[in-house]
């Protein structure tokens, strides 16, 4: 019967992947019914059912694959693919409390296994438990580096997927130096021959310069990726940004150019396999920004509120902001700079419904609630900002005793 499962996805007789993820997810259902005592079927129809969205987050598919998994996990929490498929169930910051068990227990059970480590964080960062998020990766990334050096290799990779959420728990808890050493060896990467990150390079570099408010850094992390064609319009994002910011209009003026003629050209499909809401919200906000330069204020907040509008309507995201920069963030910052901070609170906590306890949104927040005369909120997320900042010097724990 697991044999017979596979079958559906390889078939030739079936061409559409989607009917191939059904007809697995009904082999895998027949499976775990006929035997309902072997866990390990339950957990691969568990995933199966995860795979019916094809990567889009669709919670009432992903309910029934947690539904699912969450016996096997009550049962034996020591159980990985239950703990996994769990975590991927509830990896959003509405439902994440519903995985937290689960990350607490997957991080103590597979010291091992790097990547079992780094997935505990994606509950971390949808709850914005920052010291935990830079403990796991920290975790993974020796995990990680350990293997490679009993396979020989002697190069570390720092420019990948756990570096990357280890550096925004970095930026997060305020710790931008150890954020930047993150990102000075991502540089060094990228002279490497047969690299393979750009895409990880060009965010990393986004996060480092946008979260901080550092602009020199763009100049600092600098390099030719448009040997990855899909990574341009990031890379060239931060750019326009950092430079309009030190006030040179030009780079934006010429992206949003360049990227509406692309859209026009693709007709809603991606550009350069870039997502094109997402390139959406980049020429929204740099229009917005250079319309704030030229004291078109309605204008330029009708923009940047319409990039928030075109945000929520996308699925829910995991990990660090899918927008380079958030664009419900920017809006409050430019209420805010209008003198306008009651406006500028709800959209900072837009933006943090979608990524809890953000650090510059709660140092958004914290200033627009002061000035609006909220003190009671102002305190409250000060407090906050406190209990992330004193949490910095945290003991990073050793993957061989990551602690239940």
């Given amino acids: 019967m697991y044999l017979a499962a596979l079958d559906p996805l390889y078939r030739r007789g079936i061409q559409d992947k989607a009917e191939r993820d059904r007809a697995y997810m009904e082999a895998m259902r027949r499976l775990h019914e006929a035997y309902p005592d072997d866990d390990e079927a339950t957990v691969f129809h568990a995933l199966s059912i995860l795979g019916l969205t094809n990567g889009v987050r669709e919670f009432r598919t992903y309910v029934r694959a947690a539904a699912v998994a969450q016996p096997v996990f009550d049962r034996n929490p020591d159980h990985p693919g239950a703990a996994h498929y769990i975590i991927h169930a509830f990896d959003d910051p509405i439902h994440a409390p519903l995985g937290l068990p689960a990350a607490r227990a997957y991080g103590a059970s597979t010291p091992d296994a790097g990547h079992a480590q780094h997935m505990t964080s994606h509950i971390f960062v949808a709850m914005g438990m ?194 380079l920069k958030p664009p419900h963030e920017l809006w409050g910052e430019a209420l805010l700079g209008l003198d306008r901070p009651g406006e500028a609170v709800a959209a900072f906590e837009g933006s943090l419904a979608l990524a809890p306890r953000r650090m510059p949104s709660l140092r958004g927040l914290a200033e627009a609630a002061r000035a609006s005369g909220d003190e009671t909120l102002a305190a409250e997320t000060e407090a906050a900002i406190e209990e992330i900042l004193s949490g910095a010097d945290a003991r990073v724990q050793s993957p061989d005793a990551p602690g239940r």
């Avoid at 010291?131 to 796991?136: H, I, K």
């Avoid at 750009?198 to 990393?204: D, E, L, N, P, T």
């Avoid at 030719?224 to 931060?238: E, H, L, N, T």
């Avoid at 990227?259 to 809401?277: C, H, I, M, N, S």
Wanted: glycine letters at 6%.
């Fill in 130 to 323: 920052w010291d935990e998020v830079v403990r796991a990766n920290v975790n993974a990334v020796r995990v990680m580096d350990r293997g490679r050096a009993e396979r020989g290799m002697t190069d570390l990779n720092r420019c990948g997927h756990y570096p990357s959420w280890q550096q925004y728990g970095h930026l997060m808890r305020g710790e931008w130096e150890e954020a930047a050493a993150i990102m000075d060896l991502c540089q060094a990467n990228q002279l490497a021959p047969d690299r393979d990150d750009r895409a990880y390079y060009v965010r990393m570099r986004a996060r480092q310069v946008l979260d901080s408010e550092r602009w020199e850094g763009a100049e600092r992390w600098s390099f030719d990726v448009s040997d990855v064609a899909s990574v341009v319009p990031g890379y060239d994002f931060v750019d326009a940004y950092a430079a309009l910011k030190r006030g040179d209009p030009a780079p934006a003026r010429t992206a949003v150019e360049r990227w509406k003629a692309a859209l026009d050209e693709a007709q809603g499909e991606a550009v350069w396999w870039y997502d094109p809401d997402r390139l959406r919200i980049q020429i929204l906000e740099l229009e917005a920004l250079l319309a704030l330069e030229e004291d078109r204020s309605d204008e330029g907040l009708r923009m940047l509120r319409e990039a928030a509008k075109l945000e929520e309507s996308l699925p829910m995201e995991f990990g660090p902001p899918a927008s």
